[in-house]
Structures are given as C-alpha cells and as structure tokens.
C-alpha cells in the first residue's frame, strides 16, 4: 500500500500487476459494484497499488463488515499470467493486501483455495440472509421516510405558531382598562420576577414560583391573555398549543396512504398556559412594551387611587396569596418529611382552614400552624410504621384544621411567626404584591393590617363630577358593554345575578305591573343566572356579567310593555338601569321593577 513501508517489488513494471475484475455468475448487482469498487485500481506509485478508495468508505449497504468478504461474494479479481500455487489455476486474489504481496514477489493461495474466504463469500451471498438484510433495508427505508415526514409535520406546527402569534412591533393598544386587580398584580409579576421579560419564558423553567399554587397559575395566565395583558410569543414550543390531529402519531393512523400524506397540523386555539411563552404586546419595540406596561400597571395599582371596590379587590388578592402560601409550604413539608400529598377528598379541608386562618393570621403564625401540624404526623408515622402512610397526611390535615380554628377563636393565642422558611421564599406573586405594591413584609403582615394601613379609597370614575357620564337612550348594547369594560369600578358585578333572582320572583310578586309577561322575564332570568352561575367560576364574576348582558339579545319574545319589545330588551333596560345607576325618571321610562 502507498502508506506501508516494505520490501522493494519484485517485479520491475507493477502495471502488469493490475487485477481483471469478473463478476461471478447469478451475483447480486450490489455485491458486484461493491466488488468492482473494492478492487478499483487507480495504478501504482513506486513500487506500491494506489486504490480509487479506502476501504472504510466502501458502503457494504448492510451485506457485512468484512468487506473483502463482500467483494469476494461478487466477483474475482485475477492476475493476468498468474496461476495458483495450489491448484494452478488462475490466481484470484483474496484481499487487497494479496495484491501487495504479489507486489512483493510473494507467493499465496488464491480464492477457491482460501476455505475461510469461501465459507465468508458463501454467507454474506446466502438468500435467507439476503431476505433479512433486504427486510432490514425496507424498514429502515420506511423509518427514515417517518422521521422525514415527521420533520416536515414539526416544521408546519412551527410555521403555524409563528404565523398565528407573529409578535409585530411597534402596535398601539392598551391592555389596562378591563383588567381586575387581580390580574394586574399577576402581570407586574410576571414581568419583574421573569428570568428575562422578552420574551417571557414558560413559568415552569422558572427557579422560583410565579404563583403559590401551580394549579391557579395555569388558568391566571390564560386570563392575562385574555385581558390582552400579555400575548403568546411566537417562540413557544409547538407542544405548549393543542393540535388537530393531536399528534403525528395519530395523523398517520387517520390517513390510508401512509405518513407522506398525512394532513398538516391545525392550531384548535387552546394551549397549555404553563408551557407557553409570553410578551408584552403594545409599544415601540419588544423592551419599550415591557416598560410602558410595567409603569402602568404600577400607576394603577397605587392603593391611594384605588377605590373602594378596588382596595377590596386588593385585600382579596392578599388573602388568596397568603392562604395558597401556607397550602404550598404543607406540600413541601409533607414531601420533606417522605409523606405522601394530601388526598384529593382533603384538599378541599386544607384549602378551607388555611383561607380561613388567613383572614386573621400573618403567613409567618400559619407557617408555624403548618409545621406543628405536620410535625405531629411524622411523629405518629414513626411510632406506627405499619399503618398506611395517607392515614399520616390525613392526620396532618385533621391537625392544622384544629390549630387554625383554635387560632381564628382565640385572637390572644399565642403563636411564634415564623421568619420566611429556607428554601419556601414567597412565590413571586406575593412578593409584587408586598413588597411593590403594599410595601410590606409578606411573611409578618396579616390581612387585618394591610386593610388598616391602606389610604382612603378615590371616589369612583363618573361619580360627582359627571364627566364620565356613561349612557343615553340612544346607546345600544355594545356601547353599554364598552363603557362598562372600560370604567369597571362604576359597577358591582355582584348586582347582576342578584337582579335576576329578583326577576324570577316576578311572577309572585302581586304588586308587580307586569301580568302575563312576568311569567316570560322570570323565564329568560332563570336562563340568564343558570349561564353566569356556570360562566363566573371558570371566567371571573366581572367577565360572566358582561357575557350575561351580552346574552340578553338572544331573548326574543315579544312583550306588550313600550320601549321594550323582548324579553331580552327589558332584561338589558332593567340591569343597565341597575349598573349604571341612572335616575329614577329614567328607571321609570324603561320599566324597571
């Protein structure tokens, strides 16, 4: 070989060494172009054979690893004039390696006379194995056209996303108007305790909880995007959304003429929240948005220009925090103590005793509450090994169940407030909510605290002055419900299903003026409060009550009371009068009860 060292060539012109490649009678065409390219000759350089190619670049295509067995199973290679000491017939060389050795003026065996060679050929050439390798192949073949299917399903669901949630700067807009306190809270949240704000990575890459409880974070976000605080960003997995079909998996199983013609994947518009991505939609550039929306999100929550039902907003806000803090901190402790998690039938008593004690205990007195009650549960699971470890969690529960009310019975029982707990930091939440907004400690401060230092509340948009004054006769439906979104705190959302209960008593009430058409509204109130009392827990209460008064132009049937045709219309009349607070005259004209 040209990179071997060896003695001088016996022979003084090499190219009459150069093999005459025949291919064996009924070979396989693979295995004769393998042959032919094995024993490819480019000539010689002094004295050694230079080959077209190495042989760890020869592809055998599945027909073995001994490639010179390989060749063998398709062709001869014989030297012109030469014959085998052995049998003395034409000498077929063996390997590449014989060819050198001819070379070299030495002597050897040729391929018929070489049994292992034979045996070797005889193998690689066998049509059970050939059946084999060809099934190999093919599925190997129809493997590489599913990856390659499945690569180009990938890159649709990704075109899909980037088309959809294309992030498009700079956009005016303002996501502020029809946010509850809430949801304002969780924004100013998102945005300052993300590892990085654009965009907003999925909250569970997070170090630390966005919010106490994971359950409670995944449908707040999808609130945030539906309050347009936030979008989507287009650089959310593609397994963050929900696809129809669901999976390629299952694209290919809806098809008959297999992967390369499945259908291409369609957003259905829901996703998971905790696995997307997030940005600030409106502003200049991507970092301009993240400011504008930071500065006025902290504008509007400065408790001094609050109202009233907004510092109530606030104070729920705190208590829904402190009490998910305290449930988060039982979990931990449970799986630090090697306790199983709360039963799903008890989870509903831990959530009740911690909102509960939270209404009048600092998170840092419900910390220790916490740690009494699972303390004793690990203390009793030591001293009963065989019983079930739940019955221990259940325990626990029992357990802080009887501190927390024996805590909210007795204001003077003394409880020593934890410090905040190593490796338990309030969920980022809570700390926005704390220390940004309330400027407070959330581990010391109890809610009766935070409502005796909050200022006095602003008075209401469109009271006293006037100059928001919100409807006239001529404003139809849409108008009523864009003034609403946009001034929230004029209205109590509680108001809506209250009326309704109202408006379903009609029928009994024998001074009301309405006769035979009190029987229709009761009827479309009952209908109405059915779909708030089903839309509020899932949407908010302030959500489910615009979709109640949107809902009121489905009601149709006509009534015999002026200016209100359908049931539908004095339905709408009737709760504006109520929401809006409009004068009595007015009250009269769209008869109201």
């Known amino acids: 070989?040209?990179?071997?060292?060896?003695?001088?060539?016996?022979?003084?012109?090499?190219?009459?060494?150069?093999?005459?490649?025949?291919?064996?009678?009924?070979?396989?065409?693979?295995?004769?172009?393998?042959g032919e390219r094995y024993?490819?000759?480019?000539?010689?350089?002094?004295?050694?054979?230079?080959?077209?190619?190495?042989?760890?670049?020869?592809?055998?295509?599945?027909?073995?690893?001994?490639?010179?067995?390989?060749?063998?199973?398709?062709?001869?290679?014989?030297?012109?004039?030469?014959?085998?000491?052995?049998?003395?017939?034409?000498?077929?060389?063996?390997?590449?390696?014989?060819?050198?050795?001819?070379?070299?003026?030495?002597?050897?065996?040729?391929?018929?006379?070489?049994?292992?060679?034979?045996?070797?050929?005889?193998?690689?050439?066998?049509?059970?194995?050939k059946a084999k390798r060809d099934a190999a192949k093919a599925e190997a073949e129809a493997h590489q056209a599913r990856q390659g299917a499945r690569e180009r399903w990938r890159q649709a669901q990704r075109e899909a996303v980037d088309?959809?949630?294309?992030?498009?700067?700079?956009?005016?807009?303002?996501?502020?108007?029809?946010?509850?306190?809430?949801?304002?809270?969780?924004?100013?949240a998102l945005l300052r305790y993300a590892p990085s704000p654009a965009p907003i990575p999925e909250i569970q890459a997070w170090p630390d909880p966005w919010h106490p409880s994971l359950d409670k974070a995944a449908s707040l976000l999808g609130e945030l995007v539906r309050a347009d605080l936030v979008k989507i960003h287009p650089s959310t997995p593609v397994t963050a959304f929900v696809w129809e079909p669901?999976?390629?998996?299952?694209?290919?199983?809806?098809?008959?003429?297999?992967?390369?013609?499945?259908?291409?994947?369609?957003?259905?518009?829901?996703?998971?929240?905790?696995?997307?991505?997030?940005?600030?939609?409106?502003?200049?550039?991507?970092?301009?948005?993240?400011?504008?929306?930071?500065?006025g999100l902290t504008d509007a929550l400065d408790p001094a220009g609050m109202t009233a039902a907004r510092q109530g907003d606030l104070l729920a806000v705190a208590h829904e925090l402190i009490a998910e803090e305290a449930v988060r901190y039982f979990s931990n402790r449970l799986e630090d103590l090697h306790l199983p998690a709360v039963p799903d039938?008890?989870?509903?008593?831990?959530?009740?005793?911690?909102?509960?004690?939270?209404?009048?205990?600092?998170?840092?007195?419900?910390?220790?509450?916490?740690?009494r009650a699972t303390r004793t549960a690990a203390e009793a699971a030591q001293k009963n090994p065989r019983a079930p470890r739940t019955h221990m969690t259940t325990h626990?529960?029992?357990?802080?169940?009887?501190?927390?009310?024996?805590?909210?019975?007795?204001?003077?029982?003394?409880?020593?407030?934890?410090?905040?707990?190593?490796?338990?930091?309030?969920?980022?939440?809570?700390r926005t909510l704390f220390y940004a907004i309330l400027d407070s400690n959330p581990v010391e401060t109890s809610l009766p605290q935070i409502q005796g230092a909050l200022p006095a509340p602003a008075a209401a948009a469109g009271t006293g002055t006037g100059q928001h004054s919100p409807m006239t006769d001529d404003d139809d439906l849409q108008d009523i419900i864009n003034w609403l979104t946009a001034y929230p705190d004029s209205w109590n959302p509680a108001d809506v299903p209250a009326a309704l209960a109202r408006f379903e008593a009609l029928p009994h009430d024998n001074h009301s003026p309405l006769q035979f058409e009190g029987r229709l509204v009761a009827r479309g109130a009952t209908h109405l409060r059915r779909m708030y009392d089903r839309l509020a827990p899932a949407i908010g209460d302030r959500e489910a009550a615009l979709a109640i008064l949107a809902a009121t132009a489905l009601l149709?049937?006509?009534?015999?009371?002026?200016?209100?045709?359908?049931?539908?219309?004095?339905?709408?009349?009737?709760?504006?009068?109520?929401?809006?607070?409009?004068?009595?005259?007015?009250?009269?004209?769209?008869?109201?009860?």
């Open 1 to 34: 070989m040209t990179d071997l060292s060896g003695p001088e060539p016996a022979v003084d012109d090499s190219s009459a060494l150069t093999p005459i490649v025949n291919a064996i009678d009924g070979a396989d065409p693979e295995l004769v172009a393998i």
């Open 556 to 593: 149709v049937h006509p009534l015999t009371i002026p200016r209100a045709p359908t049931t539908g219309e004095w339905l709408l009349g009737s709760l504006t009068t109520l929401l809006l607070g409009l004068p009595e005259a007015d009250a009269e004209d769209s008869e109201a009860p």
């Open 39 to 129: 024993w490819a000759l480019a000539g010689f350089a002094d004295g050694c054979p230079v080959w077209c190619e190495k042989v760890k670049d020869i592809d055998t295509a599945g027909w073995g690893h001994q490639k010179h067995a390989v060749a063998a199973a398709g062709v001869r290679a014989f030297l012109p004039g030469q014959l085998c000491p052995e049998c003395a017939y034409p000498l077929s060389l063996t390997s590449r390696t014989a060819l050198q050795q001819a070379v070299d003026g030495q002597t050897m065996a040729c391929v018929e006379c070489t049994e292992s060679l034979l045996i070797a050929a005889r193998l690689v050439a066998d049509p059970a194995r």
């Open 246 to 295: 669901a999976t390629f998996d299952e694209a290919v199983q809806e098809t008959e003429n297999g992967p390369d013609t499945v259908d291409a994947p369609q957003l259905t518009g829901s996703f998971y929240p905790t696995l997307a991505r997030f940005f600030a939609p409106y502003g200049t550039s991507a970092e301009k948005a993240v400011e504008q929306l930071d500065a």
């Open 345 to 371: 039938n008890h989870s509903a008593r831990l959530e009740e005793a911690a909102y509960k004690v939270a209404e009048h205990r600092c998170l840092g007195e419900i910390y220790n509450l916490v740690w």
């Open 396 to 430: 626990a529960v029992n357990q802080f169940e009887s501190l927390a009310q024996r805590a909210i019975a007795d204001p003077q029982m003394g409880i020593k407030a934890f410090a905040e707990v190593h490796g338990q930091g309030p969920a980022a939440m809570t």
């Open 163 to 188: 088309s959809r949630y294309a992030a498009c700067f700079p956009s005016d807009g303002d996501a502020l108007p029809g946010a509850s306190v809430r949801q304002m809270v969780a924004a100013l």
